[in-house]
């Protein structure tokens, strides 16, 4: 949802307790699908493992959340960093300096512009809003290529002009997913810009095999870096977990020398480590949304509304199994279903 109007806060939604507070519904009957987060919900054990920690709540948490760093650096295959003596700023275990964990992604987003200083940020329209705001925040000026579809010739050519790019695979709010390959192929288009391509992979454990995050972390390109969110898929949402890969550990290293300590609370780094591992509940979520994407789709299209995704972003349809946990649909009067729905405690996006 946009600012503006009585029912619109954030610009991509998810605020159920002002809803509650305006509706007057309870938040628990507040039905939220506007923050599309996995409708199973988080893992039961990501949940133990949080409440568990509440029992340390009384210590600080580690200053850079070095333990989910080191073993988000051990599930890449990120070898120790050498010469250090077990011990890296930012990190507990001497992982190499190529992971940076935050709170949330959105952290990150924010971060990046702050630390790195680029002049120029380039953003594909329509994305997420946060990339823009963070980069006029961070006194960058901001360059667009817009179109509900992604145009790789146009974006590539944009970054030569830039100096940092931020790409959602698969794209908030349209759906769209570009092959694993493509995105490298862009990666390699910024490397000979000297831009920072910046992936946004919050979704892409929907889709798992379209990330490029592997090569992120064998720093085979100094100008990718791959930032992953525990909010989504993992459903962590209000513990705020994320990180983010840096094909140079120098850039990732500037980016720690920026962040505040204490940014991930102790339960949020136990629910993390735990979410990581739960293989079975992943299956379980992956299954459940093959058919939940499919019964939505048929459902739309016999009640003739419009829907774009999930599609490549060859406009070609993915194949099943595949893709995001959302569709964006157009409707007359958008705005105001969006509203009559919110009187009803149901919250959608309004794009």
Avoid at 10 to 20: C, I, M, N, T
Avoid at 67 to 73: F, G, Q, V
Wanted: net charge positive; charged share 20%; with cysteine.
């Amino acid at each position: 949802m946009r600012p503006g109007g009585p029912f619109r806060t954030h610009a991509h939604g998810g605020d159920v307790f002002h809803a509650s507070e305006v509706t007057g519904i309870p938040v628990g009957g507040i039905i939220d699908f506007s923050a599309s987060i996995n409708p199973l919900g988080p893992s039961r054990e990501a949940i133990g493992a949080a409440r568990g920690a509440l029992r340390h709540v009384h210590h600080y948490p580690e200053p850079g959340a070095g333990r989910l760093a080191d073993e988000i650096a051990k599930s890449l295959g990120i070898p120790p960093a050498s010469g250090t003596g077990g011990l890296v700023t930012g990190t507990s275990h001497g992982r190499a300096l190529r992971v940076v964990p935050g709170n949330g992604s959105t952290e990150l987003i924010y971060l990046l512009p702050r630390a790195l200083k680029p002049e120029t940020v380039l953003v594909h329209n329509p994305t997420f809003s946060e990339y823009e705001r963070a980069a006029r925040l961070s006194g960058a000026k901001v360059r667009a290529v817009s179109g509900l579809s992604f145009n790789f010739t146009r974006f590539s050519e944009a970054m030569r002009g830039a100096d940092m790019a931020f790409f959602c695979n698969p794209n908030n709010p349209t759906g769209q997913i570009l092959e694993r390959e493509a995105v490298l192929e862009l990666a390699g288009e910024a490397k000979k810009a000297r831009c920072l391509l910046v992936v946004d992979e919050a979704f892409i454990d929907f889709c798992p095999g379209r990330s490029v995050i592997g090569e992120a972390a064998r720093g085979q390109n100094p100008y990718l870096a791959v930032l992953r969110s525990m909010t989504k898929f993992h459903a962590l949402t209000g513990l705020r977990a994320g990180y983010g890969i840096f094909g140079s550990a120098g850039r990732a290293a500037r980016v720690l020398g920026f962040k505040e300590p204490w940014s991930l609370n102790t339960p949020a780094v136990e629910a993390a480590l735990r979410a990581l591992k739960d293989t079975e509940h992943a299956r379980r979520s992956l299954r459940f949304m093959e058919s939940e994407r499919a019964f939505v789709s048929r459902r739309l299209r016999e009640a003739g509304i419009w829907h774009y995704g999930p599609q490549k972003a060859d406009g070609k349809t993915l194949e099943r199994g595949c893709g995001p946990n959302f569709f964006l649909i157009r409707l007359p009067g958008a705005r105001q279903f969006a509203g009559r729905l919110f009187k009803k405690g149901v919250l959608v996006r309004d794009c």
